[in-house]
């Protein structure tokens, strides 16, 4: 079946540190991939999405690319800041068969001054 | 404009209980989806629906779940005979498309 693997947390950042949280993905056919960030104490927020194979989303400085060779989806920023601390969730939605978002586990960060 | 609405957003209820969770989805999305999310753990789906038909409800963990949207658009989701189990975040989600607009939640406690 569709399933999302994500890199176990929490991880801990400096502020201005470099951030990737590993996304891979296992699905029959091609799905649309999206990262959902939760902040503490509000619901989901979709952060950015592709669509398809080697699209690349981006918001707030976060980047992720599709990457269909490795099914991948791994979540990019080049300085994270102390508001980055977050519950970061990747999910995929397939646009046919099963039309739901499959969601990661979520990886939790921390941002330290 | 207004987003994704749940309510209550906090329920208490005991064990043996019948509880009635609502979502109110943005104004002329189609499809509204219902998920369940444990602590540590990312949401689960239980249930969708575009307008008012039930296209999907594999995701419910048993037949004490059900859940309505009667007029295409408020959706209710109905858990009866509750147990201790049935704990969670319960969050709604309406969509356009395939891009998913998430509620608050409704943060479930069984006692």
């Known amino acids: 079946g569709n399933s999302v693997t994500q890199m176990e947390g929490p991880v801990t950042l400096s502020e201005e540190a470099f951030l990737t949280i590993n996304c891979t993905y296992t699905?029959?056919?091609?799905?649309?991939l999206f990262w959902y960030v939760q902040y503490p104490g509000e619901g989901l927020q979709l952060l950015l999405k592709?669509?398809?194979?080697?699209d690349k989303g981006s918001n707030k400085g976060f980047e992720a690319t599709y990457r269909k060779e490795t099914t991948s989806f791994h979540l990019e920023k080049g300085s994270v800041q102390v508001s980055d601390s977050a519950v970061y969730f990747c999910?995929?939605?397939?646009?046919?068969?099963?039309?739901?978002?499959?969601f990661g586990t979520g990886t939790r960060l921390l941002v330290s001054p | 404009g207004a987003g994704v609405s749940q309510s209550p957003r906090y329920k208490v209820t005991k064990r043996g209980q019948d509880v009635a969770l609502r979502c109110d989805p943005i104004?002329?999305?189609?499809?509204l989806y219902w998920y369940r999310q444990a602590l540590g753990q990312g949401p689960e789906f239980l249930t969708y629906?575009?307008?008012?038909?039930?296209?999907?409800k594999s995701g419910l963990p048993n037949d004490r779940f059900s859940a309505e949207r009667p007029e295409g658009s408020i959706s209710t989701l109905t858990i009866q005979r509750t147990e201790q189990r049935d704990s969670a975040m319960y969050r709604c989600?309406?969509?356009?498309?395939?891009?998913?607009?998430f509620g608050p939640g409704t943060r479930l406690t069984v006692l």
């Open positions: 629906f575009n307008y008012e038909a039930q296209q999907d």
């Open positions: 104004s002329g999305h189609v499809s």
């Open positions: 989600a309406s969509s356009p498309g395939d891009e998913q607009f």
């Open positions: 592709a669509t398809k194979a080697d």
């Open positions: 999910a995929l939605y397939m646009n046919t068969g099963f039309q739901k978002l499959v």
């Open positions: 699905a029959t056919g091609y799905p649309s």
